[in-house]
């Protein structure tokens, strides 16, 4: 039997009567010498890390991406000895930046070339005439958007360019990702990191020490069983509308309504069949990808690139493999607006998608994601949750919800509709509803005339744009009503839209700035303020696309 010798009470030592030469109890030791040499001592008082310094990370965000980053940096930052803190833009001024002398702005840009909704108020304010002098205010930009729109990263500019001409220093130039570039954002809070405390480190295991939880994301997406697909829209309309229900079991996963699913889809088969006959190539090639791994080239196709650019004009013969695939960008997951609420359909998420195929230069093209849904996913959708916290009911159940939802936007409120049922059947409700005709695009209507006669869809609008000789739209049933919304607003309703952001979203915007300025007998600029107010208030918010 071994008698251990008294162990050290801060870190544990190997016997010298313990069957080890001493070579390796030497190394053995060792290890444990470096194992608990970052771990916080009851018996012996640690001498405290040196504080960093503080440093802001605020966000601006449509869907919640900035908004996690943000807090993921700044918790990173904490661990490195510096006394950050994250904040969404909407919690935050251009008067507070003499307290936040060092601040990097997070922001993703809404739509083509907007400020996202939380970021829109600071944004006037920081680019109005009564901005505050930042000669000693230091920054760094981290921009995320989409290559596909014109104005790529226009709101992360706007915040470098403004912020500069204020007098601020660049603690390092900005940064613009696409949503293929997830590791250029990671590489600019290194580089941060490095500017800013170049001899600090990430926090030891035993610093950042947390339960080890399974998660699930795009990178990790769990494969669960797709149980209904059903056509919405009628067989004579000009849209293919599919709801979709989605088994949960096993996963672990949950969620609340407003919140989106995220889809990790895989290419066509026939188009990846179609590149291969018009290039030559076998498809079993060995090709690299920017991530640096190797696979088959027919892997690559279907899994893992975005083959969008082959829509208008297929490659040519006798391209070699690896020239095929390196100017292609990564496939990328879709986000849905979850139509369910998991108070009526526990262990399941529903999602209501608008089914893409067109035509163009005489080739069938497909969307990507809504295709594989409605196609291909028999054999499992792989998915994950995306957490909204910028698009949520109001947590006191009385207040009044306005919702303005036309086409595949009316999914969130299908799933507000669910969740004011099972916990507020007695609030009122407002929907406002469009889509081409009421004969066969007229979505979830037996539902939605239940909810009405139940009592708690207390007004239901509709806008069906074709059915007459002059369209009417969404925008235009607000107008209508305009005494009864702002008498709604007034009683602290919460209103919320969901749908197209480059017209519909931008009319209803319109819509609601004409009705606060009429029926509140308001100049403009004092409507616009009040609108922002409910934004600030979070009682208005969008889910726009």
């Known amino acids: 039997m071994l008698i251990p010798e008294p162990v050290n009470s801060i870190c544990p030592q190997i016997p010298d009567n313990a069957p080890f030469a001493p070579s390796q109890r030497q190394w053995i030791n060792g290890y444990l010498a470096g194992l608990f040499s970052g771990r916080s001592q009851s018996a012996t008082a640690e001498t405290p890390r040196p504080s960093l310094g503080p440093i802001f990370f605020l966000w601006g965000t449509q869907t919640g991406g900035a908004e996690g980053l943000a807090k993921k940096f700044a918790k990173d930052a904490k661990i490195r000895g510096f006394e950050a803190t994250a904040l969404g833009l909407d919690a935050s001024s251009p008067a507070d930046l003499a307290s936040q002398s060092r601040t990097c702005i997070i922001t993703s840009t809404y739509g083509d070339g907007d400020m996202p909704d939380n970021a829109q108020s600071y944004w006037d304010a920081l680019n109005s005439d009564a901005a505050p002098n930042l000669e000693n205010f230091s920054f760094s930009v981290l921009s995320l958007g ?45 580089d941060l990191m490095k500017t800013l405390a170049p001899d600090s480190t990430a926090a030891s295991a035993a610093d950042a020490e947390e339960t080890e939880v399974v998660t699930y994301s795009k990178n990790n997406p769990f494969q669960a069983v797709l149980k209904s697909n059903l056509r919405l829209t009628g067989d004579d309309s000009a849209k293919e509308t599919r709801h979709f229900e989605i088994v949960l079991e096993g996963s ?6 407003g919140d989106a699913l995220g889809v990790v889809p895989s ?66 997951h879709r986000l849905y607006s979850i139509s369910s609420s998991p108070k009526a359909h526990p262990g399941e998420v529903h999602l209501t998608v608008g089914i893409v195929r067109y035509e163009l230069d005489g080739r069938t093209c497909k969307g990507v994601c809504s295709t594989f849904l409605a196609e291909r996913a028999d054999g499992g959708v792989p998915v994950f949750i995306h957490k909204s916290p910028g698009f949520r009911l109001p947590a006191d159940t009385t207040r009044p919800v306005i919702m303005v939802g036309p086409g595949t936007g009316i999914a969130p409120f ?41 009592g708690v869809l207390t007004h239901l609008d509709t806008a069906f744009s074709r059915d007459q000789s002059e369209k009417i739209y969404v925008q235009n049933r607000m107008l209508e009503n305009a005494a009864r919304l702002w008498e709604w607003l007034g009683n602290g309703a919460h209103i919320y839209v969901c749908g197209d952001a480059k017209r519909m979203a931008k009319d209803v915007d319109a819509a609601l700035l004409q009705i606060v300025r009429e029926q509140g007998g308001l100049a403009t600029e004092a409507a616009q303020a009040f609108i922002n107010q409910l934004k600030s208030e979070k009682r208005y918010q969008r889910d726009v696309y």
């Open 146 to 190: 989409d290559r596909n729109y014109t104005q790529f990263c226009k709101a992360g500019i706007l915040f470098d360019e403004r912020l500069a001409a204020l007098g601020a220093k660049r603690i390092q130039p900005r940064v613009d990702c696409d949503v293929d570039e997830e590791a250029l954002g990671h590489q600019w809070f290194a």
């Open 267 to 332: 290419n066509c088969p026939d188009i990846v069949a179609e590149i291969l006959t018009a290039t030559g190539l076998a498809g079993d090639e060995p090709v690299q990808l920017k991530d640096g791994s190797t696979t088959a080239l027919r892997q690559a196709l279907v899994n893992r690139l975005d083959l969008s650019s082959f829509n208008s004009a297929l490659p040519a013969s006798g391209i070699s493999a690896q020239d095929l695939v390196s100017p292609l960008r990564s496939l990328q």
């Open 252 to 257: 672990g996963l949950d969620y609340e309504v």
């Open 414 to 454: 299908r799933a507000f509709l669910e969740e004011r049922r099972a916990t507020a059947p007695d609030s009122k409700n407002w929907l406002f509803f469009g889509d081409q005709h009421v004969a066969t695009d007229f979505l979830y209507r037996d539902e939605l005339e239940t909810l009405f006669n139940e």
